[in-house]
C-alpha cells in the first residue's frame, strides 16, 4: 500500500520559518519526483516546488524563489521543504505529490495545514 504522509505544519508569525516533510512507503522512492503543492480556500492548487527522480534538479514557483527549499533523502524516502521568511499568502493547505519517473502515475498524501499570521 502506497502511502505519503505530510508533517511539519503549523501556525507561525510572517517572517518566520517551517520545515515540512513527507514519508513515502510501499514504493521506489527513488524512482518518483517529488513535489509538494498548495491550495488556499477559494483558489487553484499550486505547484511550490518540485525535485526530480535522478538528477535532483528543482524548480520553484514564483512566488517561493529565495525563501523556499525542496530537497530529498532517498535512503530514508523523505522529502522536505524548508520555508523561510514566511508571507501570509503562504497560508494554505500544503501536499506532497510523488510522480513515478516512467509514466503520470501519482500519488498524493493528505496534506498540512501552514497558517501564517500575526
Known amino acids: 500500500q502506497v502511502q505519503l504522509v505530510e508533517s511539519g505544519g503549523g501556525l507561525v508569525q510572517p517572517g518566520g520559518s517551517l520545515r515540512l516533510s513527507c514519508a513515502a512507503s510501499g514504493l521506489t522512492f527513488s524512482s518518483y519526483h517529488m513535489s509538494w503543492y498548495r491550495q488556499a480556500p477559494g483558489k487553484d492548487r499550486e505547484l511550490v516546488a518540485r525535485?526530480?527522480?535522478?538528477?535532483?534538479?528543482?524548480n520553484y514557483a514564483d512566488s517561493v524563489k529565495g525563501r523556499f527549499t525542496i530537497s530529498r533523502d532517498n535512503a530514508k524516502n523523505t522529502v522536505s521543504l524548508q520555508m523561510n521568511s514566511l508571507k501570509p499568502e503562504d497560508t494554505a493547505v500544503y501536499c506532497c505529490?510523488?510522480?513515478?519517473?516512467?509514466?503520470?502515475?501519482?500519488?498524493w498524501g493528505q496534506g498540512t495545514q501552514v497558517t501564517v499570521s500575526s
Open positions: 525535485i526530480t527522480s535522478g538528477a535532483g534538479s528543482t
Open positions: 505529490n510523488a510522480e513515478y519517473r516512467y509514466s503520470r502515475t501519482s500519488y
